[in-house]
């Protein structure tokens, strides 16, 4: 879904090739590397919208000696499933990590809905860390796994909590108008 979301979203400024969509992805970051982001997965995920009627081939570039380049321009179909699926995203992700192509996209998206959704998932990681915050107390431990066990609560004590802190940033920095 993000590879989509950022297809469409770069199809909603101008028309464009998967090609040239991934060079723009691989500058001034490589986000094409390190999101393991291939020519042949670009070109499945441009298939993949063209068949849901979301883009749509609109020009074919000839040139001597070079390949073909396929024009791809947004569709209104993709102008109007573009929102939901950054919403999607949004409810979807369990990290911010997973969030980068929404966050990167916001002014196609109403702002205050997406914040909805990030306080509903904070509150909710928030209540689920209540529950479950003091489970080495709550557990039978047998010799030999107190250091395990010890292990364990740390780190998820630490994960959660740090989830927490940085969702809670998130959602003042997108209130603020910083995001």
Excluded: C
């Excluded at 723009?24 to 590397?33: A, F, G, K, V």
């Excluded at 993709?78 to 949004?90: A, N, Q, S, V, W």
């Excluded at 209540?127 to 047998?142: S, T």
């Amino acid at each position: 879904m993000p590879i989509q979301i950022f297809i469409l979203s770069k199809l909603m400024e101008d028309n464009n090739y998967p090609y040239k969509l991934k060079k723009q992805l691989s500058e001034p970051i490589p986000m094409d590397r390190l999101g393991g982001l291939t020519e042949s997965k670009l070109y499945y995920h441009f298939d993949s919208l063209a068949k849901k009627g979301l883009v749509e081939a609109v020009e074919i570039i000839k040139e001597e000696h070079r390949p073909d380049k396929q024009v791809f321009a947004i569709t209104a179909k993709g102008r109007e499933e573009l929102p939901k699926l950054i919403y999607k995203l949004f409810e979807n992700a369990d990290e911010i990590k997973d969030m980068v192509a929404g966050l990167a996209n916001l002014k196609y998206v109403d702002r205050d809905e997406v914040l909805v959704i990030l306080k509903r998932k904070s509150k909710n990681i928030r209540d689920r860390w209540e529950q479950i915050k003091d489970f080495e107390q709550q557990i039978q431990v047998d010799e030999g796994h107190e250091k395990f066990i010890e292990f364990m609560s740390g780190y998820v004590s630490t994960r959660t909590e740090h989830t927490i802190y940085w969702l809670e940033e998130l959602i003042k920095r997108i209130n603020q108008g910083e995001i």
